[in-house]
């Protein structure tokens, strides 16, 4: 079955530190990943896809096909990076996107 | 630009009453639309998609349904609501494949 894991519910980090939230995904084929992201009071919205190779906000995300991961990376948070964070999956060929559980990051002063 | 709107943003009815939210996209033309639902815990659960007036693809098995009759609009609806059926739901639409755009939500609140 297609899935998308986020291990994670909460992760807490102190401003500066580096940020990785897990993202990992079940899927035979070549997926199609995404993260998305929530700030509060804000719609939900794209940050980033692997198809980009951008870094968005400082944030960056790698496809590890061997390891069926899309970890989302940041060098140094900030604590406007505070928000909940999805990852997303679409199975090439269909027209779902499958999202994870989501982790909230919580950036402390 | 392109919009999404859903309505209403937040409503409270009480079991067995019927359900009936809307979201209407603007200015795109056959837009792949989405339901979804948002719980704590659980993340983000497709419920529906449609990439055509009529067409309806249904992933969970439950109390909802939905429909699109017309090329923006889409439906969700409930004949008979359930406590359970309380949650947060979010549409969201699509041209091709890439980035999907969503709407502000509907809370439901089922008492």
């Known amino acids: 079955a297609q899935r998308v894991t986020q291990p994670e519910k909460l992760l807490s980090v102190f401003k500066g530190a580096p940020v990785e939230l897990k993202c990992n995904y079940s899927y035979s084929g070549s997926p199609e990943l995404f993260w998305y992201v929530q700030y509060s009071r804000q719609r939900l919205q794209l940050l980033l896809r692997h198809i980009s190779r951008e870094s968005i906000k400082g944030f960056t995300a790698d496809l590890n096909k061997g390891e069926t991961s899309f970890h989302l990376k940041k060098p140094f948070a900030q604590e406007e990076d505070s928000a909940m964070y999805y990852c997303?999956?679409?199975?090439?060929?269909?027209?779902?996107?499958?999202f994870g559980t989501g982790t909230r990051l919580k950036v402390l002063a | 630009s392109q919009t999404i709107h859903q309505w209403p943003a937040t409503l409270v009815q009480p079991v067995g009453s019927p359900l009936s939210l809307e979201c209407t996209v603007e200015?795109?033309?056959?837009?792949?639309l989405y339901w979804y639902r948002q719980a704590a815990g659980r993340g983000l659960q497709l419920l529906f998609y449609s990439v055509g007036i009529g067409q309806i693809s249904s992933e969970v098995p439950q109390n909802l349904s939905a429909s699109r009759p017309q090329d923006r609009q889409f439906i969700l609806s409930s004949k008979k609501l359930l406590l359970s059926d309380s949650g947060f739901y979010l549409c969201?639409?699509?041209?091709?494949?890439?980035?999907?755009?969503f709407g502000e939500g509907s809370r439901l609140t089922v008492l």
């Open positions: 200015g795109t033309s056959n837009p792949n």
């Open positions: 997303a999956l679409k199975p090439s060929g269909t027209y779902k996107y499958i």
């Open positions: 969201a639409w699509t041209r091709g494949p890439g980035e999907l755009f």
